[in-house]
């Protein structure tokens, strides 16, 4: 079993940074790729950045060039840097992390989850 828990929301001015973790603990070898997901008020839950186990992203396309995805196998440990953040950006944050190796767009395909963490960007 493996549990995952974030760190790091809180709340920022537009134009502001902050940076997420989430610690993973348990049975470190039922961990390849990992994600960040997040849900907005009335929304669904989206990928916001996905990365394998070797170093491979992927991201949304709305925080391209703003958010970067990063993890630390040795730490356990996976984060998410999210620089000039917009109104828009506030959700629950949630980490996510999955058996297979590839990353994947679905919610339900990944196995694992946080119990999320909420970060709101004021105008």
């Known amino acids: 079993q493996v549990q995952l828990v974030e760190s790091g929301g809180g709340l920022v001015q537009a134009g502001g940074s902050l940076r997420l973790s989430c610690a993973a603990s348990g049975n470190r070898f039922a961990i390849n790729a990992m994600g960040w997901f997040r849900r907005a008020p009335g929304k669904q839950r989206e990928l916001v950045a996905a990365i394998t186990n070797g170093g491979r992203t992927n991201y949304a396309d709305s925080v391209k060039g703003r958010f970067t995805i990063s993890r630390d196998n040795a730490k356990n440990t996976l984060y998410l840097q999210m620089n000039s953040l917009k109104p828009e950006d506030t959700a629950v944050y949630y980490c996510?992390?999955?058996?297979?190796?590839?990353?994947?767009?679905?919610?339900?395909?990944?196995?694992?989850w946080g119990q999320g963490t909420q970060v709101t960007v004021s105008s």
């Open positions: 996510s992390a999955r058996v297979v190796v590839s990353t994947t767009l679905v919610p339900n395909e990944y196995d694992y």
